[in-house]
């Protein structure tokens, strides 16, 4: 698959050249400091991955992306995860926070290079439930019952519905124990059900009338979880 990388810092562009350099179905074709330099190469060449910063001089990632209708699938490579939400608003494929991992490199270009039918492996027949261990009893809760996970020191409250549960646990090894299709960390202190997330914007999601707080080192992990999802917009 042919590549384009468009980032005004050189050693931002030499980092995902050796990230690419490391998927044998990847090739890098060319290498551009800002969006109109390359214009009238994407407009000419066949290209399938485009890897795009969103803070560059003069026209910037997101102003690119708007000035045009690409062929390739845009990968977004920034330092800012702030502007994730605006990204995948405009159907980019993934966003990736700098510095990147070749993990999360891996899983962003696997979603362009893999049938959409295989990227997630198959979840059925596995239990929907879960026990959960509160001072006197163990109390089976089903998955959809759950609306978040809420750490207090050295213990965890599960919200469900009008009732909560507490456990002498933490928010990670609790989060460990659930299927991550279903459940996403989205700061700290909170694991959310995405099947009950109402409303998402910038800062926060929204979940029964509860505002719950996105941590900055979290926001990429939001954005992985938008990604997939169906977003209608205005025309």
């Keep these: 698959m042919n ?14 050249q050796l990230l690419i350099e490391q998927v044998p179905k990847l090739q890098l074709i060319a290498t551009f400091s800002n969006a109109l330099a390359a214009d009238d190469f994407l407009m000419t060449t066949a290209v399938d ?8 001089p003069g026209l910037n990632g997101m102003e690119y992306i708007k000035s045009r209708k690409h062929q390739a ?28 991992r070749f993990e999360r490199f891996y899983k962003a270009v696997s979603k362009i290079m893999m049938p959409a039918g295989n990227r997630y492996e198959n979840t059925q027949g596995e239990d929907d439930f879960v026990f959960i261990r509160t001072e006197r009893k163990y109390i089976r809760a089903h998955y ?10 050295d213990y965890v409250i599960v919200h469900c519905g009008n009732e909560r549960h507490t456990v002498a646990a933490n928010l990670k090894t ?35 009338a509860k505002q719950l707080p996105i941590g900055e080192n979290f926001k990429k992990d939001v954005s992985d979880f938008l990604k997939d999802k169906k977003i209608l917009k205005r025309g």
Excluded at 5 to 14: F, H, N, Q
Excluded at 49 to 56: E, K, P, S, T, V
Excluded at 83 to 93: K, L, Q
């Design 49 to 56: 991955i485009l890897f795009l910063d969103i803070q560059m």
């Design 174 to 208: 609790i989060s460990a124990s659930l299927p991550p299709a279903l459940f996403l960390r989205i700061n700290k202190s909170f694991v959310v059900n995405v099947s009950k997330v109402k409303a998402i914007d910038n800062d926060s999601v929204l979940i029964n």
């Design 73 to 100: 699938k845009i990968i977004i490579t920034s330092a800012y995860p702030q502007f994730a939400v605006e990204a995948f608003e405009v159907d980019v494929t993934d966003y990736l926070v700098k510095p990147i």
């Design 3 to 16: 590549c384009v990388i468009i980032d005004d810092e050189p050693l931002a562009r030499k980092g995902m």
């Design 144 to 153: 959809s019952e759950i609306d978040y996970i809420e750490a207090l020191k």
